[in-house]
Every structure is written in C-alpha cells, then in structure tokens.
C-alpha cells in the first residue's frame, strides 16, 4: 500500500499501481502530494512498469544476453589484434572495428537519447556495483552450498 500525502495529512492508501489513476480521478496533480510507499512495493511497481514499457523477464534477458556475447566476442577479437600488435599503430587499428560498431550506443549516451539504467537508480553507478556485488556473491554461495 501507498499513502498519499498532503502536507502532514493521509488523504488515501491505494496499491502503489494504483497512484496516478487515483490521483486523476481525483483531479489531484502529483506535484501536490507526496507518495509514500515500502521497499518492496516500490521494487514491485518499477519492476511491473519495466514489464509495461520495456518487455518481459524472458525479452530482458534475452536483450541482455545478446550484449554480453556481442562484448565477449567483439573483446575477444580485440585481444586477440592487440596480442599480435607491435607498435601504437597497430594498436590503433586493432582497436578501431569496436570503437567504431560501438559510436551509436556512446553517441546516444552522450547525447542523452539512451539512458543507462545504472545511472538513473537511486545511487547511480556506485549503488549498481555494490548489487551486481551482493548479487554475485550470493549466487557464488549458493553454488559453492551444492
């Protein structure tokens, strides 16, 4: 449950999905009230709206899956140039078919068209490191309990 507030008052306590269609039935602009709400739920709503707008569990990973192997193989063939190059020149040139297949996503970061998701958490990237941390150790755990 969410509480809306206006000032020290709790006008209402709705599903945290629930807050803009109350808040427009009410003729209530959200700049007027305060949302309060606990962890989980808001955990619960952000994951619900990611489902909405950006695609489901199996489409995000799949997305992401996609990245991590494009990264594995394209850093691959960059160590495997860099290993074999003799001079800064060659280095360059190694390094140029991924710089070059990755200008589109640094442009678009750059220019604010695509947002990173570590970057708009609350926290930004230092909160993101310490998660993908506990989360990595904790799968580590429970492997190394098998």
Same mark, same amino acid.
């Given at each position: 449950?969410a509480?809306?507030?206006?000032g020290?008052e709790? +006008?209402?306590?709705?599903?945290?999905?629930?807050?803009?269609?109350?808040?427009?039935?009410?003729? +209530?602009k959200?700049?007027?009230v305060t $949302?309060?709400?606990?962890?989980?739920? +808001?955990?619960?709503a952000?994951?619900a709206a +990611?489902n909405r707008?950006?695609?489901?569990?199996?489409?995000? $990973?799949?997305?992401?899956g996609?990245?991590v192997?494009?990264l594995?193989?394209? &850093?691959?063939?960059l160590?495997?140039?860099?290993k074999?190059?003799a001079n800064?020149?060659?280095?360059k040139t190694?390094?140029?078919p991924?710089?070059?297949?990755?200008?589109?996503?640094? =442009?678009?970061?750059?220019?604010?068209?695509i947002?990173?998701?570590y970057?708009?958490?609350?926290?930004?990237?230092?909160? =993101?490191?310490t998660?993908?941390?506990?989360? &990595?150790?904790? $799968?580590?755990?429970?492997?190394?309990?098998?």
């Amino acid at each position: 449950m969410a509480l809306i507030k206006k000032g020290p008052e709790t +006008i209402a306590a709705v599903a945290l999905r629930d807050v803009d269609g109350w808040l427009a039935d009410e003729g +209530i602009k959200k700049s007027d009230v305060t $949302v309060e709400a606990n962890a989980a739920e +808001i955990s619960a709503a952000a994951r619900a709206a +990611i489902n909405r707008t950006a695609g489901d569990t199996e489409t995000l $990973v799949g997305t992401y899956g996609d990245g991590v192997a494009f990264l594995l193989v394209e &850093i691959g063939k960059l160590a495997a140039a860099l290993k074999g190059a003799a001079n800064m020149a060659a280095m360059k040139t190694a390094a140029a078919p991924l710089a070059d297949a990755l200008d589109p996503l640094v =442009a678009g970061v750059g220019d604010g068209t695509i947002k990173l998701p570590y970057k708009v958490k609350d926290g930004g990237q230092a909160a =993101a490191l310490t998660e993908i941390g506990t989360r &990595i150790t904790k $799968v580590a755990k429970a492997l190394d309990s098998q």
